[in-house]
C-alpha cells in the first residue's frame, strides 16, 4: 500500500494553533482528507482536498497541500478542549475504491 | 448526511464462536469497508466490496470473511473468533470521493 506519515503526538495550550503535518508518498493521489476520532468512537470526516488545490478554509479549520512535496497540514485555529482528539490524514487515488490511512496524531489540548 | 450504522456498540463472545458484525449505509454507495483498529497500528482494511457480491481481500483478510447480499448491507464474520481478533471494527462506505465511518463496534474475545 501507499505511505501515509504523521508523527504521533502533539500537545498545545487552548487558544492557540495546532499544526498538525502528513506526508505521503504516491503522486497520483485524487483527494486527501482528514479525519477525527474521539474516545471510543468512529472515524469523522472533518475535511478534505482535492489535488489540484493547495488550500482550503472551513471556519477555524485550514488544510494546506504542498503536492510537490507530498505534504499535507491541518491547522485549527484557536483550539478548544473538545478538539483533543486523534486526527487521522487519509488519500485516495483515482479509482476511489483504495484509501490509505496514516496512522493518527493524537493531539492534546491543555486548558 | 450520509449514515452509516454498525448493529453493535460492544460485544464480548467467546473463543471458537462464529461472530457476525451487521453495517448497513443509506447513501446507496458502490464501495463498503471493514476495517479493524488496534492501538499503535492504526486502521487495516480487511475486505472491501465494490457491488453486490463483489468482495476483495485488504491488507489482513485472514480468519474473516465477509457478505454483500444487498447493495446497502456489509457484513462481516469471524468464523472461529480467537484471542487476537479483540479489536475495534470500524465499517465505511464510499461515495463521490469520500469515506464515511460507522461508530464502530469494540469486540473482546475472551
Known amino acids: 500500500g501507499e505511505d501515509v506519515e504523521q508523527s504521533l503526538f502533539l500537545s498545545v495550550r487552548e487558544g492557540d494553533s495546532s499544526v498538525i503535518n502528513c506526508t505521503y508518498t504516491d503522486s497520483s493521489s485524487t483527494y486527501l482528507y482528514w479525519y477525527k476520532q474521539e474516545p471510543g468512537a468512529g472515524l469523522q470526516l472533518l475535511t478534505y482536498?482535492?489535488?489540484?488545490?493547495d488550500m482550503k478554509q472551513d471556519q477555524r479549520l485550514t488544510v494546506l497541500l504542498n503536492k510537490k512535496d507530498k505534504h499535507l497540514s491541518l491547522r485549527i485555529a484557536d483550539t478548544q478542549t473538545g478538539d483533543s482528539a486523534i486526527y487521522f490524514c487519509?488519500?485516495?487515488?483515482?479509482?476511489?475504491?483504495?484509501?490509505?490511512f496514516g496512522t493518527g496524531t493524537s493531539l492534546t489540548v491543555i486548558p | 448526511d450520509v449514515k452509516v450504522t454498525q448493529s453493535s456498540r460492544y460485544l464480548v463472545k467467546r473463543t471458537g464462536e462464529k461472530v457476525f458484525l451487521e453495517c448497513v449505509q443509506d447513501?446507496?454507495?458502490?464501495?463498503m469497508f471493514w476495517y479493524r483498529q488496534d492501538p499503535g497500528l492504526g486502521l487495516r482494511l480487511i475486505y472491501f466490496s465494490y457491488d453486490v457480491k463483489m468482495k476483495e481481500k485488504g491488507d489482513i483478510p485472514e480468519g474473516y470473511s465477509v457478505s454483500r447480499e444487498k447493495k446497502e448491507r456489509f457484513s462481516l464474520i469471524l468464523e472461529s473468533a480467537s484471542t487476537n481478533q479483540t479489536s475495534m471494527y470500524l465499517c465505511?462506505?464510499?461515495?463521490?470521493?469520500?469515506?464515511?465511518f460507522g461508530s464502530g463496534t469494540q469486540l473482546s474475545v475472551l
Open positions: 482536498i482535492f489535488s489540484n488545490m
Open positions: 487519509a488519500e485516495t487515488q483515482p479509482t476511489g475504491n483504495q484509501f490509505y
Open positions: 447513501m446507496d454507495h458502490e464501495n
Open positions: 465505511a462506505s464510499s461515495g463521490q470521493g469520500k469515506l464515511f
